[in-house]
Every structure is written in C-alpha cells, then in structure tokens.
C-alpha cells in the first residue's frame, strides 16, 4: 500500500507541474481517490461537431469574463452557450453569482466559481449529461465529472457535503437533477460552505481534469431553482390504508 500510496504522489506532482506549464494552474482535485470504480471511466468521444448555436438561444453568444484558456475558440463559446446552463446550486439566481474565475490561488488562478449556500443545499445538474469520475480528495473533496451529451465540455462539482443516492460512474443524467449537496470537503474552509463549479473544454486523450477552463459566469442562462421543496411529512402512523 505504501508503493502505491508514494507512485499516486508522484503522479499528483507529474500532474501539478504539467497543470503549472500550461499557463493556468488548475485548481481541481486532480489527485483525488475515486470512490468507485477505482479506475476513471475513459472520456467518451468527442463529436465530429457541434450544431450551431443559431437560433436556440434568445441573445447573443456572451463575452467570456476573465482571460481565456489557449485552445478554447468562439465556436467552443457558441456550443457552451447552446447548452442553456443553470446555475447549479438551490435557491441561486444568476445575479448572485460572485465572480471568482480569476481569484488568485497557490500561484495560478481559481479558474471556477465558488458558488455560497447552506450545507446541505440542493446541488443539480448545470446540463444534461453523464457522469464520468467520481473523486474524493485532500483538494476538491467529494466531486463530481460529468460532461455534457457531446462529450466537449467537462463539468466539475467539488466540496460536495455527499453525493445524491444513485449517483454512479455511467449515469445519465438530466439538466437539473440532483447530483448532491453543498458542503465543505477536501479543502474549503469548514464554516463556507460552497460548491466550487468549473467548466472545462473536453481535452481529446487527457485526463477529465486537464482541459483547458472557461468561465462559466456569463454563460448561466437559468437561475437556480427555487428554495427546495420541503421534505414530504411522513404520518406517525399510517391508517388503513395499502398500495394500489
Ligand atoms: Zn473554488
């Protein structure tokens, strides 16, 4: 266990210096133990194209905030904004939505947003998709890969409190649904609970973690959906009563 423990250092710190000479140094669990499987599901392939954007969306594609990563074009911009975000955490309105992409941190910058709420709130889906890692590191904590239906961008979800009963490596998902729920593991401060959301281009034959990152602040089309329903009130004792 010891060699192993020693070869995964050595590969977080491979990692970390290949993240640093790419100009961005991404903040991600990079190094986190997957929870199951062991091994990370391949990236599945990439689509010949995306459709044009045209006509599905209401106003124009956004300005990208901040510096954009190399390797990220307009057409990528285009196809993210097609894909009609939401914000992914309960009860957030796109105009709640602090800036913090270019927020220094250990020598690069965030390259994702902190998105604030209670422990425990409700974390959905930003886009339809699949689940494609699941990670729970000294970094990101409990996280979350998915990537949208095309497989060109890569959605990460970290310092969740514990992820939604069903969430598996393979699983389809829908815009929306819950994935988990706001928390403070890996290494976010224990009394700010936030969902560190980042957006990343699908890097073709690289890890899910090593695309280069977009920032999503402009490109939210919905806002989180409202305070969550209450939890439905179980009877003390139910009355005579069976399942049809
Ligand atoms: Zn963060």
Redesign the pocket.
């Known amino acids: 266990m010891r060699g192993r423990a020693a070869r995964r250092v050595a590969l977080c710190r491979a990692a970390l210096r290949r993240a640093a000479s790419c100009g961005l140094l991404l903040?991600v669990a990079a190094c986190g133990r997957p929870l199951t499987p062991l091994a990370p599901a391949p990236l599945p392939a990439a689509a010949p194209s995306a459709p044009s954007p045209a006509g599905v969306n209401s106003r124009r594609v956004p300005t990208h905030a901040g510096p954009r990563s190399d390797g990220v074009s307009d057409d990528d911009l285009a196809a993210l904004w097609a894909r009609q975000l939401r914000v992914p955490v309960d009860g957030l309105r796109r105009d709640q939505v602090r800036d913090?992409y270019t927020a220094r941190?250990d020598g690069g910058i965030?390259a994702?947003?902190?998105l604030l709420a209670p422990r425990g709130t409700p974390v959905r889906a930003a886009d339809d998709g699949t689940i494609g890692r699941l990670a729970d590191g000294p970094v990101g904590g409990i996280a979350i890969y998915a990537s949208d239906p095309e497989a060109r961008f890569v959605y990460y979800y970290?310092?969740l409190d514990r992820l939604a009963v069903g969430v598996a490596v393979g699983r389809r998902i829908a815009k929306g649904d819950v994935i988990g729920y706001v928390g403070t593991t890996g290494n976010?401060p224990r009394d700010t609970p936030?969902l560190?959301f980042?957006v990343m281009k699908r890097a073709a034959g690289r890890a899910w973690w090593s695309g280069p990152p977009i920032n999503p602040m402009t490109f939210f089309a919905s806002d989180g959906a409202d305070a969550p329903a209450p939890a439905p009130r179980i009877p003390r004792s139910v009355p005579d009563w069976s399942w049809p």
């Open positions: 903040v913090s941190r965030h994702a947003l902190d970290a310092h976010a936030h560190h980042q």
